[in-house]
């Protein structure tokens, strides 16, 4: 089902790998050196723990090379199903009510009088068969992964711990799933009352429509991918591989969940250091043009590497089409997205606004911040270069930045672009509509923001801060 004529990879290869002691699954996809993907395609041999040489039998030792491709040894863990209430680092647990509805938002739906572990709705479909309906779609595992789950409840951000159908969070009901090797999928129906839905997935923006990819697509170690969860936020990550299969989707309570074929390896990239933990499970992932690549299920136990179901698959098995926008779109936004410093006056960052460079620097924030926003909310040609070069990356960055202003340093590297190039491509569109006002800043100071790549925020508003005899430009 994998779509394309043939693998550089035999079955039998892969069956006989699966069989070495401590193997979760096979795949293939470009081989990581020291951190860093090579570019050269390799076997991907998925594992529990990596165990040193001194450890194993000769018979255990996986092999160098396999159908004249290097093997390349990926610590995984165990593969989740990713829908519980744990506790773990990088949680920002988004439980906000939002209305309308958009994707990237919390989900709970209500089985046999209970209320079911939460996740995120992912987007929205319309649905095939007439009369066609816009519909939420998620995970099986999260709003609906049996028979006796249609027409049940869901709701947002939660159903009502009384009953399934006096609550004004109720949004809709379950209208089918599918839970195959292939796909970890459910839709729901939109209630009236929720309001009509928004083609578009916060903080992400407007759904630009799907990319449906191939084993070698998956597997070119090329493609940059977002996603927005209920439980991390927003995230960034790579398409590191493409996964054969089988491999076992796991309960948290160590069960099998469902047994998986043919989906996509992901792995997180700068800024983000995790990219999707428990409660995630249902997000689009989409690339870096807004177009959904896969619809996500799972992930190992850190949080570092996620699984997804290919976007063909979900939209073919659950008769769907993804819905995209048809107009701009504005971004429903984190509070601090384009407002770093709005709200850290009490936390860590607060001592650095009392500092002359800081007070500059909040100074230079809340005399053009407002602009900033509106031009990439409204002007298209804007928007776009915003997502294009790194914008919400950057805003990602300084929001972690904040959090200890004269230890973590901003990122180097954006989209995998440096991020003084990225800086400036964003400065030139903003001063292209900009006031005369934002534009004497953006001229001013834009050569020292592009310059802050690397460094602390403290660092940051020193170098912002004016020479002496220069005029400011606030």
Same mark, same amino acid.
């Given at each position: 089902?994998?779509?394309?004529?043939?693998?550089?990879?035999?079955?039998?290869?892969?069956?006989?790998?699966?069989?070495?002691?401590?193997?979760?699954?096979?795949?293939? &996809?470009?081989?990581?050196?020291?951190?860093?993907?090579?570019?050269?395609? *390799?076997?991907?041999?998925?594992?529990?723990?990596?165990?040193?040489?001194?450890?194993?039998?000769?018979?255990?030792?996986?092999?160098?090379?396999?159908?004249?491709?290097?093997?390349?040894?990926?610590? %995984? @863990?165990?593969? =989740?199903?990713?829908?519980?209430?744990?506790?773990?680092?990088?949680?920002?647990?988004?439980?906000?009510?939002?209305?309308?509805?958009?994707?990237?938002?919390?989900?709970?739906?209500?089985?046999?009088?209970?209320?079911?572990?939460?996740?995120?709705? #992912?987007?929205?479909?319309?649905?095939?068969?007439?009369?066609?309906?816009?519909?939420?779609?998620?995970?099986?595992?999260?709003?609906?992964?049996?028979?006796?789950?249609?027409?049940?409840?869901?709701?947002?951000?939660?159903?009502?711990?009384?009953?399934?159908?006096?609550?004004?969070?109720?949004? +809709?009901?379950?209208?089918? %799933?599918?839970?195959?090797?292939?796909?970890?999928?459910?839709?729901?129906?939109?209630? *009236?009352?929720? +309001?009509?839905?928004?083609?578009?997935?916060?903080?992400?923006?407007?759904?630009? #429509?799907?990319?449906?990819?191939?084993?070698?697509?998956? %597997?070119?170690?090329?493609?940059?991918?977002?996603?927005?969860?209920?439980?991390?936020?927003?995230? %960034?990550?790579?398409?590191?591989?493409?996964?054969?299969?089988?491999?076992?989707?796991?309960?948290?309570?160590?069960?099998?969940?469902?047994?998986?074929?043919?989906?996509?390896?992901?792995?997180?990239?700068?800024?983000?250091? $995790?990219?999707?933990?428990? &409660?995630?499970?249902?997000?689009?992932?989409?690339?870096?043009?807004?177009?959904?690549?896969?619809?996500?299920?799972?992930?190992?136990?850190?949080?570092?590497?996620?699984?997804?179901?290919?976007?063909?698959?979900?939209?073919?098995?659950?008769?769907?089409?993804?819905?995209?926008?048809?107009?701009?779109?504005?971004?429903?936004?984190?509070?601090?997205?384009?407002?770093?410093?709005?709200?850290?006056?009490?936390?860590?960052?607060?001592?650095?606004?009392?500092?002359?460079? +800081?007070?500059?620097?909040?100074?230079? =924030?809340?005399?053009?911040?407002?602009?900033?926003?509106?031009?990439?909310?409204?002007?298209?040609?804007?928007?776009?270069?915003?997502?294009?070069? &790194?914008?919400?990356?950057?805003?990602? @960055?300084?929001?972690?930045?904040?959090?200890?202003?004269?230890?973590?340093?901003?990122?180097?590297?954006?989209?995998?672009?440096?991020?003084?190039?990225?800086?400036?491509?964003?400065?030139?569109?903003?001063?292209? =509509?900009?006031?005369?006002?934002?534009?004497?800043?953006?001229?001013?100071?834009?050569?020292?923001?592009?310059?802050?790549?690397?460094?602390?925020?403290?660092? $940051?508003?020193?170098?912002?801060?004016?020479?002496?005899?220069?005029?400011?430009?606030?």
């Amino acid at each position: 089902m994998n779509g394309d004529d043939a693998l550089p990879l035999s079955e039998s290869a892969a069956t006989r790998l699966q069989q070495y002691p401590g193997v979760q699954a096979i795949g293939l &996809g470009m081989k990581e050196t020291g951190g860093q993907l090579t570019g050269e395609l *390799a076997v991907l041999v998925l594992v529990d723990r990596k165990r040193p040489l001194s450890e194993l039998a000769v018979d255990e030792v996986i092999p160098a090379e396999v159908d004249g491709l290097p093997t390349d040894v990926v610590e %995984f @863990g165990a593969a =989740y199903a990713l829908a519980a209430a744990d506790t773990k680092k990088y949680r920002i647990e988004d439980e906000s009510k939002v209305r309308p509805l958009i994707g990237g938002i919390q989900v709970q739906a209500r089985h046999w009088g209970v209320n079911i572990d939460t996740g995120t709705l #992912g987007c929205f479909a319309r649905t095939r068969e007439a009369p066609q309906r816009i519909v939420m779609l998620s995970n099986a595992h999260v709003i609906g992964d049996s028979d006796s789950d249609v027409t049940d409840a869901v709701g947002q951000p939660s159903m009502c711990s009384i009953c399934s159908t006096c609550c004004s969070d109720t949004v +809709g009901e379950v209208l089918r %799933f599918r839970m195959t090797e292939h796909v970890d999928g459910a839709i729901a129906t939109v209630d *009236a009352s929720a +309001g009509t839905p928004a083609a578009q997935i916060k903080e992400i923006g407007a759904v630009a #429509g799907t990319r449906p990819l191939s084993a070698q697509d998956a %597997f070119s170690g090329t493609i940059e991918i977002q996603k927005r969860g209920r439980t991390t936020g927003l995230t %960034f990550g790579t398409v590191r591989g493409w996964i054969v299969g089988p491999q076992n989707i796991l309960n948290h309570n160590g069960s099998v969940n469902r047994v998986s074929r043919d989906h996509l390896l992901l792995q997180v990239r700068q800024p983000s250091e $995790c990219f999707v933990l428990d &409660g995630d499970s249902g997000s689009a992932v989409l690339d870096m043009d807004r177009k959904v690549v896969g619809l996500l299920f799972g992930g190992n136990e850190k949080g570092t590497i996620g699984l997804a179901c290919p976007i063909q698959f979900v939209t073919d098995e659950l008769q769907i089409d993804i819905l995209e926008a048809t107009a701009v779109v504005p971004v429903v936004e984190r509070a601090f997205a384009i407002a770093p410093l709005a709200g850290i006056a009490d936390g860590p960052a607060g001592e650095l606004l009392e500092t002359p460079a +800081g007070r500059f620097a909040a100074e230079l =924030y809340d005399t053009h911040a407002e602009e900033v926003r509106r031009l990439v909310r409204t002007n298209p040609r804007v928007s776009a270069v915003w997502r294009r070069h &790194g914008g919400p990356a950057l805003i990602h @960055g300084l929001a972690r930045a904040a959090e200890q202003p004269d230890e973590l340093p901003l990122p180097v590297e954006l989209n995998g672009r440096p991020v003084a190039e990225e800086i400036r491509a964003i400065c030139d569109v903003l001063a292209r =509509y900009a006031s005369d006002a934002l534009r004497s800043a953006l001229v001013l100071h834009g050569p020292r923001l592009a310059a802050c790549g690397g460094r602390t925020l403290a660092e $940051c508003a020193t170098m912002l801060a004016p020479r002496p005899a220069e005029a400011v430009a606030p």
